[in-house]
């Protein structure tokens, strides 16, 4: 479907061009049709990023008749930043539409102002309930004459505490209104406002009911409690590239994780109730504009904070609720576009994120929280693609070459490149030189391990060779890690791990040595392919020294590991 055939008049679709949508989302064919067509009420279970701004804004700035200078529309919305957002977003819309004059109602700010901007003459009312119901009783705003009302995110406005103003004005606006009401979750409480104010609605799903973006990939690291922070470090290096909000559970713990952060000379601030309008104000700005990489945020503060491009979400801790779940892994992976939502556990919140996969059905996968190695690996080559990328202005260094040449002559090639690298690159090393392991999986398989070998003694194993060793920062933890992510499993017994410099051994439950080799295919560890074999085609090695009589490879082998 296109734009076109939706019916929406041409100066509207012009508007919607010089904004980039090239054809309607789903949502927005949808809502368009009953807001234009059949007129019949509307109930949408959609999350942010869905398109539903647009999918009601457009056809009320349809509906609007610019020559009646009185409100004909009314929007709600749960906080001060979506009302700003959405009041925005219709003006954009309405761009090439003749006169229509859209006004943003919050409380926090001037209702002297707000009530002069009314008395101009408005044809679009965008506002939060609380502040909404004080100028309808005030008088200064009536509705009686609207023909549309949208509830955007209702259950946020519900949980938010805003039920008695909802009802409040519903109960003012005429009965002849259509009335859409936009929500993430479906609670008893917004089934019960759809069965008292509205008419028979029509029910629309975007994506699944309950359900998190298709486009978001759901990733847990687990942790002792104590080494929380220090995995999400571990996390921020090695995603240099971040762009995300880093949840927390209170204010006092988003201040002190952002603290932290910030110290450790991270590209991070907080966002919470604690801090005043205008800081809040500066602190969202600053991240819209991407001058903040990670935003450390508690979901009240976070609300109405409408950022498209997100790449990560982060949980600090688990959220309380598979709901809080979705509406903030809903933050990223919009508008089509990849995201990853990452939750950092401990240990006995296993069965918690067991819930959520059944609430999302999709299955989150178990990461290891990367090793020092692995990270300076990383960030390591970033640099030298920037090195090797960095634009070069000839004319501006020119006059001070022949001078830098004469100081740099003494150093070879090889050499000027390590001084270069180690100028940018040693607090790296420094700081992850003797990293521990953070990942309680490790810990976790052992003590299993422990336990079983005396119950699983005649387990057969096969032994597998595979091209990676210690020099490539393979560790057992690792390499634990790659056979679950390879064979997509994560309780094949694993039995002893040799790791040398160049490459290394592991043992596995024989039966699924096939899904190992298959598994292994097109596997790659560290930027590079990876072979996996079973063992004995690797004898000519040499390098295992085992009494086959008493050890034969693939057969009742010691479940130890070498660390
Ligand atoms: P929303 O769900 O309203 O927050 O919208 C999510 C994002 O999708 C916003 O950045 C919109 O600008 C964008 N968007 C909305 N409709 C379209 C469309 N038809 N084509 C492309 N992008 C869109």
Redesign the pocket.
Known sequence: MN?EDTGLKPEIIKG?RK???????P??EKVIAAMLNHRSDLVGI??????????YGLPLVHLIESGQKKVQALILTPTRELCIQVAD?ITKYARYSNAIEVLALYGGASIENQIRGLKKGVHLVVGTPGRLRDLIKRKKLTIKSINTIVLDEADEMLSMGFKEDLNAILAEAPDSRQTLLFSATMPREIAEIADNYMNDPIEIAVGRRNVGAETVDHVYYMVNASDRYNALKRIADVNPDIYGIVFCRTRKETQEVADKLIGDGYNADALHGDLSQSQRDHVMNRFRIKNLQMLVATDVAARGL?V?DLTHIINYNLPDGSETYIHRSGRTG??GKKGVCITIIHSREKGKIKMIEKKIRKTFEQKLIPSGTEICEKQLFRLIDKMETVAVDEKQIEPFLPVIYKKLSWLSREELIKHFVSLEFNHFLDFYKDAPDLNILQKAKKSKKKKKSKTTHNQEFSRFFINSGSQDGLEPAYLIGLINENTKKRDIEIGKIEIMKKFAFFEVDSDYADRIIKGFENAEYAGRRVVVELAQQKKEFGVIKRNPKKKKPGKKNKKSKKK
């Open positions: 734009f919607v904004l980039g949508f090239e054809a309607p989302m949502i927005q959609a999350q942010t990023g869905t398109g539903k701004t647009a999918a977003d409408d498209d919009r508008a």
